[in-house]
């Protein structure tokens, strides 16, 4: 075709375009909502793609992820959906691959890491009253007794109380019946008129008879993550501590993740309020929300754990308060608790306040509170149960992550704990472990022997944790050497000089990654170091694979739009090339290619493409631009972490746009090709006159 | 701008066949049957001539316009066109065909509804590509002179009389100069006043430009115009050097 007639051919499909408005409407109406929904598409799985990205590498995974070649998993951060924490080995020498990969260009930290999954104790409330009163006794501080055991009848009192009242719902009998008889002597005037005359016998009594009959918290079940504190707050910028201080330089310590320590760690009935009033804050209701009322009963029926937190002097001033407040002369204490507990929507606001101005301050708010020593216990890698105190320092969090599960994962523990806990310990910790099994003499060495024989089955189990460098060394042995864990120093230099199970390494330039991480494959294996190195998305297991699920349903959704676009299209072009074949045939006749034909059926979609498509991705764009500033709000803790943040702000660059265009011209043309070749098919005789 | 009554004027009886059909058939398949729209046809037109085509409907006078034509070729016989026989020509070099040395026009005009009275005409130039932008320009203002339709060439089809979509029509079939300009019932669709004012200027156009043309007519009174009659009945030429003076032996029903 000659470029003049390519001239009149563009001018043709313009008029047609016109000329043809309701098919071109619907055509073009298609193209446009399908640019559209491109556009928007990508934008949104693009800023959820950046989101997720910010989220995990600038949280906890770094832009790659290093861990041993004989892993037996793949490492997940984040846990894999079906076998929980994978095994993945570890870096036996931690400092040896990071002065390796730290020489690499663009390599910006490279930072230790371990997690593993430890069991906290919540305690238990009449245990910690004891604790007080056996504090006072063997300081032998008199005033301090009389008062610890003032409180401790209180509660001990409460606790007979409550039992009383069960009692009478449930048959007493058999060993209820024992528990019943010592709570009715713990209450007891004369036993408490005795209570000096042997101090430790009576507290021994109350400790083991008594303590148990309130139901237990249970332990509550913590993530951690060890690392080198200091250069994991250095590194990945979304921590921010929200409590507390730092763990200083060489000091074992405990760092809660704020969102953990608020929904776990927080007493039943505060975080029961708290949820109770993020869900209304969301618009929900008592009345009209079955899930609220049913938190509301549940938390009402946790009085007990406000009630025998309370010491008398507490205890008859917030009695007196709830008289008032809930307008009862009389009552005691446990049914206006409960009554208390009781909110509705008329009451709950005033409640809530009334809670945390007069009640929190009497009780322990928090299971373990800032400034204490924990006991954390994890299986170690060798099977058995290893315990540790930890000093908690402190609580964090990931900005713009509160909200998300994700984000309230991990607590974080220093390297050399997390070691001990995992059962990795260097070679100068084992050196040392064994100079004190030497010291602690023969005997006691036999003793562990067995236990390790007792736990692990045969000596070679030994052999093998010694082989690997597990520690062997648990059980009651272990707690003799660990008491003071909690205050023990170490150097700095110790975080790095052991074992880890996998490294965080953040880059300068994240874009260059997949550079950066080849490079640091080929440094590594000239160290001669067996090690994997993935990048962010496959570190973090299923969670990963998100954006590229997110992406692969965009996508069929666009597919089976575009193929429904297509049937459409195929089919108003068809018929528009019925309506028009005596125009054809009659350019035909005057002499036009069948060519000429085919191509101005394909400028036809053309010039309605470019309109549409181009209108449908500047809308698309104009929309995103106006949500970029708005925000698209998360609408659950999920969408959070996709979001990295409370919002979604998406951007729109050129290339969406100029794809998005590109992909439905490509697509509105394929639709073409056969009404073009029907087209360029009709004879040119269909112009004269229909006679035979 | 209608010429006065024309001159007899008749081609001279020495000049070179322009058309030449030996025996052309053309048969239809309908369904299971075969419809012999002509059943072998021997006609030739000279340079110059002016010849119409009658015969009632369904003779066949359409179908040896299409032959003509170049836009149908013949199932049997041969079909020559300015020389060439259009039964060795493939679809393209026919195309070709039609727009160097063809014009036609069309029973209802069949103009390019989105396009003005100047582009129509330029229409086939461009398809051409021969000439530049000044050269077309210039040709197309020609025959819309001569066509009378100076003041109408920004006009779009739709916004035009049926005379004056005709006239646009000729001015497209003229305008590349063509040897041949065939015309499928040209004033059938138009009073027949106008009709009459068509034929007048294809008439003229003939004289002038020495065009050939062939038109189709059911109406005795256009017939008048043309130098020779050719009649067509049931696929065969039954007179192919009737008289335009005398009336149809076999009246169309239009």
């Known amino acids: ?692 | 701008m209608s010429t006065p009554t024309p001159s007899k004027h008749t081609a001279a009886a020495d000049a070179p066949p322009l058309v030449e059909l030996t025996a052309a058939r053309k048969d239809y398949p309908l369904g299971r049957t075969v419809v012999s729209a002509l059943r072998g046809v021997d006609l030739v037109v000279r340079r110059g001539e002016f010849v119409a085509l009658a015969g009632p409907s369904g003779s066949g006078k359409t179908t040896l316009l299409n032959l003509v034509g170049c836009v149908d070729v013949a199932t049997a016989g041969t079909v020559r066109v300015a020389g060439q026989d259009t039964g060795q020509l493939s679809e393209g070099a026919l195309t070709k065909l039609r727009l160097d040395s063809l014009g036609f026009i069309f029973q209802s005009f069949n103009l390019i509804a989105v396009l003005d009275v100047f582009q129509n005409i330029e229409f086939p130039l461009l398809l051409q590509g021969k000439l530049s932008k000044a050269e077309r320009a210039e040709r197309v203002r020609a025959i819309v002179d001569k066509v009378g339709l100076t003041n109408q060439m920004k006009q779009r089809p739709a916004e035009l009389s049926g005379g004056q979509r005709q006239r646009v029509a000729i001015a497209r079939a003229l305008v590349t100069r063509p040897t041949l300009v065939l015309a499928d019932e040209p004033t059938a669709n138009l009073d027949s006043e106008t009709g009459e004012r068509i034929i007048d200027l294809m008439r003229d156009l003939n004289h002038t430009e020495g065009t050939t043309f062939i038109f189709s007519t059911h109406d005795p009174k256009i017939m008048t115009h043309a130098d020779r009659v050719v009649r067509i009945a049931d696929g065969r030429v039954v007179d192919a050097a009737g008289s335009s003076d005398t009336h149809a032996h076999v009246q169309g029903h239009a």
Not at chain 1, 12 to 29: T, Y
Not at chain 1, 309 to 323: N, P, V
Not at chain 1, 394 to 404: A, N, P, R, V, W
Not at chain 1, 481 to 506: C, H, M, W, Y
Request: net charge negative.
């Open chain 1, 1 to 692: 075709m000659n470029l003049t007639a390519a001239g009149i051919l563009w001018r043709i499909a313009l008029g047609n375009v016109w000329r043809n408005r309701m098919k071109s409407l619907i055509v073009g109406f298609i193209l446009f909502l399908g640019t559209g929904i491109i556009v928007f598409g990508n934008a949104l799985v693009d800023a959820v793609d950046d989101g997720m990205t910010r989220s995990v590498t600038q949280s906890v995974s770094g832009h790659l992820q290093i861990y041993s070649d004989d892993a037996k998993d793949k490492l997940a951060l984040f846990g894999d959906q079906f076998a929980g924490m994978p095994d993945i080995g570890n870096i036996p020498d931690f400092h040896g691959l990071a002065e390796v990969v730290r020489k690499v260009p663009n390599v910006k930290a490279v930072i230790p890491m371990g997690i593993d999954f430890a069991l906290g104790f919540q305690g238990n409330e009449i245990d910690r009253w004891l604790q007080r009163l056996r504090a006072a006794v063997r300081a032998g501080d008199e005033p301090m007794i009389a008062q610890r055991r003032d409180e401790v009848r209180a509660v001990v009192e409460r606790v007979f109380n409550e039992l009383k009242g069960a009692a009478a719902l449930v048959a007493a009998g058999g060993e209820y019946a024992e528990d019943m008889k010592a709570a009715e002597r713990a209450a007891s005037p004369e036993f408490w008129a005795a209570f000096d005359q042997d101090r430790l016998g009576n507290l021994e009594f109350l400790e083991n008879r008594i303590a148990p009959l309130e139901q237990t918290l249970g332990d509550v079940g913590l993530m951690f993550l060890g690392t080198d504190l200091a250069s994991f707050e250095k590194n990945f910028d979304r921590f921010e501590l929200v409590e507390g201080s730092r763990v200083p330089e060489g000091q074992r310590g405990f760092i809660f993740n704020h969102g953990f320590y608020e929904e776990v760690m927080k007493h039943r009935v505060a975080r029961d309020l708290d949820k109770i009033k993020r869900r209304m804050e969301e618009g929900y209701t008592f009345e009209a929300d079955a899930e609220i009322r049913s938190w509301r009963d549940q938390m009402a029926g946790q009085y007990r754990r406000v009630l025998f937190q309370l010491d008398r002097q507490a205890g008859e001033r917030i009695r007196d308060g709830l008289r008032t407040l809930l307008g009862q002369a009389s009552g005691e204490l446990p049914d206006l608790l409960q009554s208390f507990l009781k909110v509705d929507d008329a009451t709950f606001a005033a409640r809530y306040a009334w809670f945390y101005e007069n009640v929190a301050p009497h009780i322990q708010l928090y299971a373990a509170q800032i400034g204490d020593t924990i006991p954390l216990q994890a299986y170690t890698k060798a099977g058995y149960s290893k315990s540790i105190n930890v000093k908690v320092y402190g609580t964090y969090k990931f900005k713009g992550l509160e909200k998300s599960d994700v984000g309230k994962m991990f607590n974080l523990v220093d390297m050399v704990t997390f070691r001990d806990l995992y059962g990795l310990m260097t070679p100068e910790r084992r050196a040392e472990v064994a100079a004190i099994r030497e010291r602690a003499g023969l005997k006691d060495v036999k003793r562990e022997d067995a236990e390790a024989a007792l736990f692990g089955g045969t000596a070679a189990v030994e052999t093998t944790a010694q082989a690997t460098g597990f520690d062997e060394f648990g059980g009651d042995g272990g707690a003799k050497v660990e008491r003071s864990q909690a205050d023990q120093k170490f150097e700095p230099t110790e975080i790095e000089r052991g074992v880890a199970l996998n490294a965080a390494v953040t880059l300068t330039d994240p874009t260059k990654l997949v550079e950066t991480r080849a490079a640091i494959q080929d440094a590594l294996k000239a160290a001669g170091l067996k090690m994997r190195v993935v990048d962010w998305k496959e570190a973090a297991g299923m969670m990963g694979d998100l954006v590229t699920v997110a992406r692969t349903v965009l996508w069929v959704i666009v597919v089976i739009m575009l193929l429904v676009a297509l049937v459409i299209i195929n089919n108003s072009m068809v018929i528009a090339t019925m309506e028009r074949v005596k125009e054809i045939g009659t350019m035909r006749a005057v002499g036009a290619q069948r060519s000429f034909i085919a191509a101005l059926f394909l400028a036809e979609t053309t010039v309605l493409g470019l309109l549409s498509g181009g209108f449908g991705a500047l809308c698309a764009a104009g929309g995103i631009m106006l949500w970029g500033k708005i925000g698209l709000p998360a609408q659950n803790a999920f969408m959070t972490f996709l979001f990295s943040g409370p919002r979604l702000y998406p951007t729109i660059t050129f290339s969406h746009l100029f794809a998005a265009v590109m992909l439905i011209m490509f697509f509105a043309l394929i639709s073409t090709l056969y009404p073009a070749v029907l087209a360029a098919r009709i004879l040119p005789r269909v112009a004269m006159a229909e006679e035979g």
